[in-house]
Every structure is written in structure tokens, then in C-alpha cells.
């Protein structure tokens, strides 16, 4: 199956500065979504984006389809950004209709 | 405008009991799935359906069953807990190929 690779696996911040998640994935896909797992547990979607790039406020997602990799972007991080971030895709032969998730990227943001 | 909707939110069994987690969706999608989050592992795919009457199998099938018989509800059945099925899960629901939409969660423990 489809491998997806997260990194770093673990990443703390002071509130404030700014980060880079990276998702590697080991096929072509045709879905790809950010995930953010608050620290209650709470999965909350992201981005839906299988290709380009797409902004919503201090985040922003980049997805280079053709070199099987996304970039998470956050800026002027704040502590409820904390949590799990989370990459998951489809593979887009086969019509497998499986969302495959990596294993995350765990964020700590200090004030 | 409910989402997803699981339940229970938290469970204790004894092994060798039986249960059935409910997940429902007012979002008319046609595609459902259920995963399981252990430490360290990210989210794994169990079983998964893409319509009414239709499902299928994902990466840790063994010891659940599930039914899809209708649009809004996709149930999942633990036949005979064990303590291997400790674990939080979690029921999504989305369009074919479309944004994923997470439950909260039903934290289980097998005892």
C-alpha cells in the first residue's frame, strides 16, 4: 500500500515563530487533506488538497503532486495550535477509496 | 447541522463482551469509515463503505464487523473484545474522493 512519512515527528515552538510540516508520500494520489488533533482529541480538517496551494489565515498548504510531497505552513504560531498534525491520502490508481494517514507530526507551542 | 455523530463517547468492557459503536451522519455522503488510534501509530483504517449495502475491509479488519444499511448510519460491532482492541475510535464520513469529516471519538477500554 501507500506509505506516507511525516516529518519532524516532534517540534516545539516559542509562540510566535513560524514552521514547516513536510508529508512525504510513496504513490500518486488524488486526495490529500491536513488534519489538526487538538489536544482534546478533536480532529479537525485543514485543507482538502490533492494538488497546488490553498491559504486560510495563518496557515497555508502546498502540495507538489508531480514529487509526491505537501507542505503544512504556520505562521505566527499560538498556543492553540498545539496538538497533532496530521497528513493523510488516497492513492489514485486503483480506485482504492482509502484515506492512509501518516503517523503525525506532534506541535508545542510555549508562550 | 450535526456532522458526524458517535457513541458512546466512552466505554469500559470486559473481554469477551460484545458492543456496537454508532456513528451517524446527516451530510448525505456516500463514503463512511472507521479507524482506531493507538500511540504512536496515527490513524488505521479498519473498514470502510462507499454506499448502502456496500463495504469493505481496511488495514485492521480482525475482530470487527460493520453493515451499512442506509445512507446516515454505519455501525461498528466488536464481536468478542479483547485487550489488543483498547483504543480510541473514530467514525468519518466524506464524498467519494471529497473532505473528510471526523466524529469526536469513542475512547474504549478492554479489561
Known amino acids: 500500500g501507500i506509505q506516507v512519512e511525516q516529518s519532524p515527528p516532534d517540534l516545539i515552538l516559542q509562540e510566535g515563530a513560524n514552521s514547516t510540516l513536510r508529508c512525504n508520500f510513496s504513490?500518486?494520489?488524488?486526495?490529500l487533506q491536513w488534519f489538526h488533533q487538538n489536544p482534546w482529541g478533536q480532529l479537525i480538517n485543514l485543507f482538502y488538497?490533492?494538488?497546488g496551494t490553498k491559504q486560510n489565515g495563518r496557515l497555508s498548504a502546498t502540495t507538489v503532486a508531480t514529487e509526491r510531497y505537501s507542505l503544512l505552513y504556520i505562521s505566527s504560531s499560538q498556543t492553540t495550535d498545539s496538538g497533532v498534525y496530521f497528513c493523510a491520502v488516497e492513492r489514485a490508481q486503483g480506485g482504492s477509496e482509502k484515506l492512509v494517514f501518516g503517523k503525525g507530526t506532534k506541535l508545542t507551542v510555549n508562550p | 447541522n450535526a456532522g458526524v455523530t458517535q457513541t458512546p463517547k466512552f466505554q469500559v468492557l470486559k473481554t469477551g463482551q460484545s458492543m456496537t459503536l454508532q456513528c451517524a451522519q446527516d451530510m448525505n455522503h456516500e463514503y463512511m469509515s472507521w479507524y482506531r488510534q493507538d500511540p504512536g501509530m496515527g490513524l488505521r483504517l479498519i473498514h470502510y463503505s462507499v454506499g448502502a449495502g456496500i463495504t469493505d475491509q481496511g488495514e485492521v479488519p480482525n475482530g470487527y464487523n460493520v453493515s451499512r444499511s442506509t445512507t446516515e448510519d454505519f455501525p461498528l460491532r466488536l464481536l468478542s473484545a479483547a485487550p489488543s482492541q483498547t483504543s480510541v475510535y473514530f467514525c468519518?464520513?466524506?464524498?467519494?474522493?471529497?473532505?473528510?469529516?471526523f466524529g469526536q471519538g469513542t475512547r474504549l477500554t478492554v479489561v
Open positions: 488538497i490533492p494538488s
Open positions: 504513490d500518486s494520489v488524488n486526495n
Open positions: 468519518a464520513s466524506s464524498y467519494l474522493d471529497g473532505k473528510a469529516f
